[in-house]
């Protein structure tokens, strides 16, 4: 079985240039998450997909950030127009809507540096 | 407001010694508990989780955490660490299962770095 995949792997863009970032979750898992660690900071909840719909963007930092999961499968989050403080490293994760499964699974993050 | 808190940037051990990895958290209610691992280049990987029941729980890898509700701690040990076993641990939190649902709040994480 595949795991959480995430493009690019690392990204390096000038502050005021747009970024979208890539996450395909494992087949079947209904539940997408997208976390943030800055600076070396704790990991932050940015927002979660059930399928296709939002179910919580509470943690979006402002709306230069945008995420979108059309058709329930890949989800993009994009950065329009990148700041400095948006350096850091962006994970996905997904996880079945399945009751009792509790384990969120990774991706290995995208590394994005704005300069 | 929710959080948790790892004291150490980094935990140094020497091979064949046992570790123990911090870990104290502030939430209101009854906590799901994790503890995940990334090492170099690679995404988190889930080691244990602390639902209900036992208070000792076992995972991954060797790895064993204890919740503690008096003290509000989840710490992560092993009784004898391995070269293999430094890597970055992050210490999570959730806020509740509802509806297949389960948002994490982490800890800024701590390096575990185990000497030969």
């Known amino acids: 079985e595949a795991g959480v995949t995430q493009f690019p792997s690392h990204s390096v863009i000038e502050k005021g240039q747009t970024v979208t970032l890539r996450c395909d979750p494992i087949s079947g898992h209904d539940n997408l998450y997208w976390y943030r660690r800055v600076m070396g900071k704790e990991i932050k909840f940015l927002l979660h997909?059930?399928?296709?719909?939002?179910?919580?963007e509470s943690g979006m930092p402002n709306n230069r950030f945008l995420a979108e999961r059309t058709g329930g499968t890949y989800s993009t989050l994009k950065v329009q127009p990148a700041e400095l403080e948006d350096s850091g490293v962006y994970f996905c994760?997904?996880?079945?809507?399945?009751?009792?499964?509790?384990?969120?699974?990774f991706g290995p993050g995208t590394r994005l540096t704005v300069t | 407001a929710q959080s948790v808190a790892q004291p150490e940037d980094q935990v140094n051990v020497a091979e064949g010694n046992p570790l123990t990895v911090k870990c104290t958290y502030s939430v209101s209610g009854n906590p799901y508990l994790f503890w995940y691992v990334q090492y170099p280049n690679r995404g988190l990987q889930f080691l244990l989780k602390?639902?209900?029941?036992?208070?000792l729980v076992k995972g991954s890898y060797g790895f064993e955490a204890e919740f503690n509700k008096s003290q509000t701690s989840f710490h992560l040990k092993k009784p004898s660490a391995l070269v293999s076993d430094s890597a970055l641990y992050f210490c999570?939190?959730?806020?509740?299962?509802?509806?297949?649902?389960?948002?994490?709040?982490f800890g800024a994480g701590t390096r575990l770095a185990v000497h030969p």
């Open positions: 999570a939190v959730s806020l509740g299962f509802s509806g297949g649902y389960n948002k994490l709040i």
């Open positions: 602390y639902i209900t029941g036992d208070n």
């Open positions: 997909f059930v399928k296709e719909s939002k179910q919580d």
């Open positions: 994760a997904s996880s079945s809507l399945l009751a009792g499964n509790y384990e969120q699974y």
